[in-house]
């Protein structure tokens, strides 16, 4: 029985022929991936398959506001722009982010310098090593201390919908979902024998099993490219979303009004726009990816209003970008993307995070002159919403 793996927050690309090229134009061989493909060869492997209303209501004391700002900044009007024209790393108080190749690269040259300098070595004394240079204690409290952040955010969330919105039971429901989902690291490096490719990858997933457990992987390379830990929260919120999409309470025969209506908002406002001859929670139906996206961006915006007190307002801006940084990096030229089941770029940032009431407020943006442009679990109650 297949594992059921829910889409990474970023589409899949043709990530490992860019970095096969980007490391050719840089003078490295192709032994790792020789070596890699004998060690395959040798060991049959199964692959991988693939307001917001009441939002913002008793998140405890008040936090001190951004600094005033006479004009807002350019950002404000043009999200998609602003965030996507960045080339290279952007940067944060946190840390920085780095386009996907970036981390990618730096991956491959760890993997092909053990090789080279143990080519005695077996494929899983390799990934061994691997595991020890890439995933660092360092590394992984970092990754481990923001799971635990963004999983009492959602719960968070959760809890503070009023009763009409989710009762208790559904609460309770969503909760344990939540609180289910493992973070499955390394190492060893056998927690991901049955991918391990993923050590040079930027891939952050949620998927299920086949015996019904959930949990979280890490790719290698991403601890490389995104040390913000705004993207860190934003990747993980988004995973998170997952595992309370609306496909997989679908499959667990749990079925909420109050989800009826965000996707009905989802719909009407084309946050989603489907296929003609789409099959509901199949492939090619974006409203589990853009679910994801919208849970990640109340998790981002409770970040920003309570983790840039005393930023400048150029620190804050560029935390929101470092948050969504890496959703653009399918335009670029040099890459493939996969839209089958993620909504246009320009969607996600702009409308999705763009038009997020407390996102806009943190930098210094003017509200929307329509606050029903943005979706809620009680959209239905919003002006103009026909059902």
């Known amino acids: 029985m297949p594992k059921f793996r829910r889409a990474s927050k970023k589409p899949r690309t043709l990530a490992k022929l860019s970095a096969i090229v980007a490391l050719a134009a840089a003078g490295f061989s192709f032994a790792v991936f020789n070596h890699r493909h004998v060690a395959e060869s040798e060991h049959d492997r199964a ?17 001190a506001p951004p600094p005033s700002i006479a004009t807002p900044p350019p950002i404000c009007s043009h999200f998609y722009e602003n965030v996507c024209q960045k080339r290279g790393l952007t940067r944060d108080p946190t840390g920085i982010v780095r386009p996907d190749i970036d981390g990618e690269i730096q991956a491959l040259r760890i993997y092909e310098e053990i090789i080279h300098k143990h080519p005695e070595w077996t494929s899983e004394q390799v990934d061994e090593e691997l ?42 429901q969503l909760i344990e979902k939540i609180q289910a989902v493992k973070l499955d690291l390394p190492p060893p490096a056998a927690a991901y024998s049955d991918e391990p490719d993923l050590f040079t990858k930027n891939d ?10 959930t949990r979280m992987r890490v790719g290698g390379a991403y601890l490389f490219s995104a040390k913000s830990r705004f993207n860190l929260i ?15 309470l679908r499959a667990a025969d749990i079925e909420l009004k109050s989800y009826k209506a965000l996707t009905s908002c989802f719909l009407e406002k084309k946050f989603v726009v489907r296929a003609e001859n789409f099959a509901e ?65 320009r969607i996600r940032i702009q409308n999705l995070f763009g038009n997020q009431s407390e996102i806009r407020a943190v930098l210094g943006c003017p509200a929307l002159p329509q606050p029903d442009l943005y979706c809620s679990f009680e959209s239905v109650n919003s002006p103009g919403n026909h059902r």
């Open 47 to 63: 692959p991988a398959p693939a307001p917001n209303a009441d939002i913002s209501s008793a998140r405890g004391p008040a936090q």
């Open 131 to 172: 595991v020890r240079s890439i995933y660092t204690p360092k590394r992984l409290e970092r990754v481990r201390e923001a799971y635990n952040w963004v999983k009492a955010a959602i719960e968070r969330l959760i809890q503070r919908q009023p009763d009409r919105v989710l009762n208790p039971k559904e609460k309770k």
């Open 204 to 213: 952050v997933y949620y998927e299920r099993t086949a015996n019904g457990q």
């Open 234 to 248: 934003f990747t993980m919120g988004h995973e998170f979303a997952h595992s309370i999409d609306p496909c997989e």
């Open 281 to 345: 929670c199949g492939e090619g139906d974006p409203m589990s990816e853009t679910f994801a996206d919208w849970v990640a961006v109340q998790v981002t915006a409770d970040a920003l209003r309570t983790e840039t007190v005393g930023y400048t307002s150029a620190q804050i801006q560029s935390a929101a970008t470092n948050a969504i940084r890496d959703l653009c990096e399918q335009e670029d030229s040099t890459r493939e993307a996969d839209l089958t089941n993620h909504p246009e770029p």
